[in-house]
C-alpha cells in the first residue's frame, strides 16, 4: 500500500473509533418526578425527596395544579381558579424540599386530562392535553395553572412538562406569551423554537437507571442522562402500573431506588438541578435538540445498516452536547459510506474479473456473475445477526457493484478492440487441460 495512502487510512480510522475513547468521560443526571398533585401518594413523594438529598441530588418535580376541574372557557381571560392548586400538606411538604434546593418547580399541564378523541387514539394516535386544543386555549390554561402555582408557593415558575410529552407549534408560542423558559419533553418532537430551552426526556424509567448509567460509563458516554419517574413507578404508591409498561419492569421500592442512586454517586455521577445546568452555562439550545435527535431517530441507526460490531449505535438515554452529537451522527454516516462502498467496490472488482477472464466464454461467464452474485444474495439473507433492511442495503451495494464490474469489463473490452471467436464450455475445459499437460512436459524436461 501507497504510504500516503496508509498514512490517509489510519488517520481516518483513528479520528472515526478512536476519540471516544480519548474524552473523559462525564455522566450527569436529572432526576424528574411528574404527576405531583393534591391527589398523588404524599408518603411516597416524601421518601423519594430524602432519596435524591441523599445524594446532594435535585428532582425536577412536574405539578398538577387542577387535576379535577373543568377548563375556563376562551374567552375568560381573566378566570381565576376557585381554589388554591396545592392543598396544604403538598404545599408544605413541597416548599420544604424547595428551600434546601431538593426540588424545582415545574408547571405539568393543568388536569392532566387526555383531550384526543378516542377514534385517534384507535387509529395510532398520542395522548395529549395540549396538542389537541386551539391556540388561545393553550395560552389560558399555561397561564392559569402558572399564576396560581406562583401565588401559593411564592417562587416564579418558569418549566413546562407537558401532559404526556406531547405538544404542538401553538404550545410554543403559548409558552413564549406566558413567561415560560424552558420545554421537558419528548426528544421525538422536531418541533422546536429560538427563544425556549429545551431538556428532552427519553424513555427511561427507574428501574433501569443504574444499568442505563453504568453502560454509558462503560462506554466513555459524555453527556446529560433524564429519567422520568412517576407514583406508580413505586411500590405503596396504591397507583395502577400501565399496562404499557407491565412487559418492561414493575414497580420498585423506594428503597431499592435510594439504593442506586448511592451506588451511582459513589461512581462518580452527578445528581444536577436545573438551576446548576443554567449557572454552568450548559447549552439547552434548539440547536442541541435537533443534533441529537437524528440519534434517536434515524433510518441508518434504527435499523442497523451499520452493524453493530463496526460503530456501536449511540445510546439514545444520553442527551449529548450538539458538537459531539453531529460528530457521532458524521461517523455512523461515514462508516456506512465506507462499509457499502467497500463491498460494492469488492463485487465489481469480481465482476469485472469474471467479465474479462471469460470473455470468449459467454454461457461460462453469465453462470460464474450470477453464481457470485446468489452466493453474495444467499450469506445477505441468511445472516440471520444482521436485521432486514441491513440485508438490503447489503444486497444493494453488492448488485450495484456487480453492475459497475460489468461496466467496467464492457468499457476495458471495448478499448481493447479485441475480436475473439465465441467458444464453447467445451473449448475452455480442452484449454485448460492442455495448458496444465505443458506445465507437465516443460518439467520432465532435463536440467540444462
Not at 474524552?23 to 411528574?34: E, F, K, N, Q, S
Not at 408560542?173 to 425556549?196: E, N, P
Not at 470473455?359 to 452474485?373: D, K
Not at 461496466?407 to 471467436?421: D, E, N, Q, T, Y
Request: charged share 20%.
Amino acid at each position: 500500500m501507497h504510504l500516503k495512502t496508509y498514512r490517509f487510512v489510519t488517520f481516518l480510522g483513528f479520528a472515526l473509533w478512536a476519540q471516544a475513547d480519548l474524552l473523559a468521560c462525564g455522566i450527569d443526571v436529572i432526576l424528574r418526578y411528574d404527576d405531583y398533585s393534591t391527589k398523588s401518594p404524599t408518603h411516597i413523594e416524601k421518601q423519594l425527596f430524602e432519596a435524591a438529598k441523599s445524594v446532594d441530588g435535585s428532582i425536577l418535580v412536574g405539578i398538577v395544579p387542577f387535576p379535577d376541574l373543568e377548563y375556563p372557557q376562551d374567552d375568560e381571560t381573566d378566570f381565576l381558579p376557585p381554589e388554591a392548586p396545592l392543598s396544604e400538606t403538598k404545599r408544605e411538604l413541597i416548599e420544604t424540599y424547595h428551600r434546601q434546593r431538593v426540588v424545582t418547580y415545574a408547571l405539568h399541564g393543568y388536569s392532566h386530562k387526555n383531550n384526543l378523541s378516542a377514534e385517534s387514539l384507535s387509529n395510532g394516535g398520542m395522548q395529549s392535553e395540549f396538542a389537541v386544543l386551539n391556540p388561545q386555549r393553550q395560552k389560558n390554561l399555561l397561564r392559569i395553572g402558572k399564576a396560581a402555582l406562583e401565588t401559593q408557593l411564592s417562587a416564579p415558575l418558569d418549566i413546562f412538562i407537558p401532559p404526556f410529552n406531547s405538544y404542538d407549534e401553538s404550545t410554543l408560542g403559548a409558552l413564549r406569551q406566558t413567561g415560560f423558559k424552558l420545554l421537558s419533553a419528548s426528544i421525538h418532537r422536531d418541533i422546536v423554537s429560538q427563544g425556549l430551552e429545551f431538556l428532552p426526556a427519553p424513555t427511561l424509567y427507574p428501574q433501569y437507571l443504574r444499568e442505563v448509567t453504568l453502560k454509558a460509563l462503560s462506554r466513555h458516554e459524555h453527556g446529560t442522562i433524564l429519567v422520568t419517574l412517576h407514583p406508580y413507578d413505586f411500590v405503596g404508591s396504591n397507583t395502577d402500573f400501565p399496562s404499557y409498561r407491565k412487559s418492561s419492569g414493575s414497580p420498585m421500592t423506594i428503597a431499592q431506588f435510594r439504593e442506586d442512586l448511592e451506588y451511582l454517586k459513589a461512581q462518580g455521577i452527578n445528581f444536577i438541578s436545573i438551576e446548576s445546568l443554567r449557572a454552568k452555562g450548559v447549552d439547552l439550545s434548539a440547536e442541541r435538540l435537533l443534533a441529537n435527535r437524528p440519534l434517536s431517530y434515524s433510518f441508518i441507526i434504527d435499523h442497523g445498516v451499520v452493524p453493530n460490531w463496526l460503530v456501536a449505535p449511540p445510546m439514545p438515554e444520553v442527551y449529548r452536547s450538539a458538537e459531539d452529537a453531529n460528530h457521532d451522527y458524521l461517523k455512523i454516516l461515514l462508516s456506512a459510506t465506507v462499509l457499502h462502498g467497500l463491498i460494492a467496490l469488492l463485487s465489481a472488482s469480481i465482476s469485472r474479473l469474471l467479465w474479462l477472464r471469460l470473455t470468449g466464454y459467454p454461457r461460462l461467464r453469465t453462470a460464474g456473475l450470477f453464481a457470485v452474485i446468489a452466493a453474495a444474495g444467499y450469506v445477505a439473507l441468511y445472516g440471520y445477526k444482521i436485521g432486514f433492511y441491513s440485508k438490503i442495503s447489503l444486497i444493494g451495494s453488492i448488485l450495484t457493484g456487480a453492475l459497475l464490474g460489468i461496466g467496467m469489463g464492457c468499457f476495458h473490452s471495448s478499448r481493447a478492440r479485441i475480436v475473439l471467436p465465441k467458444r464453447s464450455p467445451g473449448d475452455f475445459a480442452a484449454g485448460m487441460h492442455a495448458k496444465a499437460a505443458s506445465k507437465t512436459y516443460k518439467s520432465n524436461e532435463p536440467f540444462q
